[in-house]
């Protein structure tokens, strides 16, 4: 039972209305929000620096902080919505104890016995327009800036955006190499992208680097650039049948330079062992010649184990290795 309050006006003492006729509404839950702060922790680790509990935590997410955002809009949503209904119950609570006050210091008993209660509506319709207007609104500089930091080529963000010379390159690969031609390169300095717009396999065709070959790529990400001194590097070049290299510069990935994950693509000497076959813009499409004699290990039947390509004779050295056949 609600408690009941007792008011002396003029001298009359008259028993008022219990606070709440209605059962009272269940304390707001605590998960939403603690499922709220813990996601949106792991988004402020996403941009923290580099370290074996950011790994760890957020490997499922690629260490990707808009992944893990489009988790939190979720948690956030119910929040939202739990809120909203905890605004709306306290207002109205605090507006029929106000109604029912002045009803009853106006001695209109019969109608406060009978629980009168504040209308909801409107305190619904005003909460939810101004969480409208706050959410399509608000921060609309940060959004503008979320937008130009991906569609506007003077305002590119961190991870940047190929120019039309590089796609045009990169579409032009039809015709500038053969079918069972392989491409390797940095896939996050757009070496992936030979596969979908260029049509020819690559060593890497997804942003991730890792694969079932571990060795072969350790050699070719850290040490691909020693490829004219370094005999483990033609090596895995003719094993796995690798006939051009994607060259491009240098540069920002989100929060770490990219040659500081894959040293092996950058600092490259193509003054010898490479035969340039296309640009555009400041990407590079080089043949390689620095290992000699490579049986392509592109085409349609390329990496159908997961691992490598198949390489007839990659592993006998009886087989040519060089140009002299």
Not at 131 to 158: C, E, F, N, Q
Not at 233 to 243: A, D, K, Q, S, W
Request: with cysteine; glycine share 10%; proline share 6%.
């Amino acid at each position: 039972m609600a408690d009941e309050a007792r008011l002396d006006i003029d001298g009359r003492e008259i028993e008022t209305i219990r606070l709440m006729d209605r059962k009272e509404a269940a304390p707001m839950p605590a998960w939403p929000l603690v499922s709220y702060l813990i996601l949106a922790v792991l988004t402020g680790l996403a941009y923290a620096p580099d370290s074996a509990l950011r790994t760890f935590l957020l490997a499922p997410w690629y260490k990707d902080g808009r992944r893990i955002m489009g988790v939190e809009d979720i948690a956030l949503a119910v929040l939202m919505a739990v809120g909203v209904a905890a605004i709306v119950h306290g207002i109205h609570a605090a507006w029929t104890v106000s109604l029912r006050r002045i009803l009853a210091e106006r001695g209109i008993e019969d109608d406060v016995e009978d629980g009168v209660e504040a209308p909801r509506w409107p305190i619904q319709v005003g909460i939810l327009s101004l969480v409208v207007l706050l959410s399509g609104l608000g921060a609309i500089d940060a959004r503008d800036s979320a937008v130009a930091y991906v569609y506007d080529p003077t305002r590119l963000g961190k991870p940047g955006m190929a120019v039309k010379g590089e796609l045009a390159m990169l579409r032009r690969m039809q015709y500038t190499t053969a079918p069972d031609a392989l491409i390797v390169g940095d896939p996050i300095a757009g070496a992936a992208y030979s596969e979908m717009l260029g049509g020819r396999k690559a060593v890497f065709p997804q942003l991730s680097t890792v694969n079932g070959d571990g060795a072969s790529q350790k050699v070719l990400t850290q040490h691909f650039r020693d490829i004219t001194t370094d005999p483990e590097v033609c090596e895995v070049v003719r094993n796995l049948g690798i006939t051009h290299f994607y060259e491009e510069e240098d540069g920002s990935y989100y929060n770490f330079l990219r040659s500081s994950r894959n040293p092996g693509f950058y600092g490259v000497d193509t003054s010898s062992g490479f035969e340039l076959v296309d640009a555009g813009g400041t990407a590079k499409l080089w043949k390689i010649t620095a290992c000699g004699y490579v049986t392509p290990g592109g085409g349609s039947q390329a990496f159908a184990d997961g691992i490598r390509s198949t390489q007839p004779g990659a592993d006998d050295p009886e087989e040519p290795r060089s140009g002299d056949e």
